[in-house]
């Protein structure tokens, strides 16, 4: 499974756009990105998954580009509510769906 | 029920103590796993259920880690002669999950269940 290296954190205001990039030089062919969120003392919860170009749905946005080295979840107007833990997780989905986390980005917004 | 449940969700064990720790999977889930997350850290596949076949154990860290899945629905991970390295939240999460499908098949978690060993 590949591995990828995220930032350990970052911080936003009330209102504004968060990008979360995603880098994962050595993805396969057959492997999707998936992003999940972790709010203290829950589960993760899943947020988007992609294979490639760009996938929206109600909550996020997911880029991938061409050579899908790398990947952006993008939060639209993150409010206080979104701080947590951000985790990108590169695998087959085919195989079981054992997911692999980093230790994600911890998103912190102030308002 | 609506999700993934865990119980206890909070466990305090002397070392050496054995522990049993339950998940009960959302109904008709075909896939179970579990993970351990560490403080600070993300959560470690520790092992993979599909009905009540054990398919992956890879993660177990010794053998005093022993899960099973009885019935295909509820699973429980028992951890023997319970030590302070596995302090930890145990992550149990659920899924749809056919093999054979490409298609998205999102993982649903459970709260999960913070063992403390003293």
């Known amino acids: 499974l590949a591995k990828t290296t995220q930032p350990i954190s970052m911080d936003s205001y009330e209102g504004q756009e968060v990008n979360i990039t995603c880098s994962h030089n050595?993805?396969?062919?057959?492997?999707?990105i998936t992003w999940y969120q972790q709010f203290p003392s829950q589960g993760p919860r899943f947020i988007i998954q992609g294979y490639k170009t760009k996938v929206t749905n109600e909550v996020a946005s997911l880029f991938i580009p061409a050579d899908r080295k790398s990947s952006t979840l993008s939060l639209p107007r993150v409010s206080l509510s979104d701080t947590a833990v951000y985790y990108c997780l590169v695998g087959d989905m085919e195989y079981g769906n054992k997911l692999v986390f980093g230790a994600g980005t911890i998103l912190r917004v102030k308002s | 029920g609506a999700g993934v449940s865990q119980s206890p969700r909070y466990k305090v064990a002397k070392r050496g103590q054995d522990v049993a720790l339950r998940c009960d999977p959302i109904s008709g889930h075909v896939s179970l796993f579990w993970y351990q997350q560490a403080l600070g850290q993300g959560p470690e596949f520790l092992t993979y259920f599909q009905n009540e076949a054990q398919l992956d154990k890879s993660g177990l860290p010794s053998d005093r880690f022993f899960a099973e899945r009885p019935e295909g629905s509820v699973s429980t991970l028992k951890i023997q002669r319970t030590q302070q390295e596995d302090s930890a939240v145990y992550l149990c999460?659920?899924?749809?999950?056919?093999?054979?499908?490409?298609?998205?098949?999102?993982?649903?978690f459970g709260p999960g269940t913070r063992l403390t060993v003293l």
């Open positions: 999460a659920s899924s749809l999950g056919y093999r054979a499908t490409r298609l998205t098949d999102t993982q649903y």
């Open positions: 050595n993805i396969a062919t057959n492997d999707y």
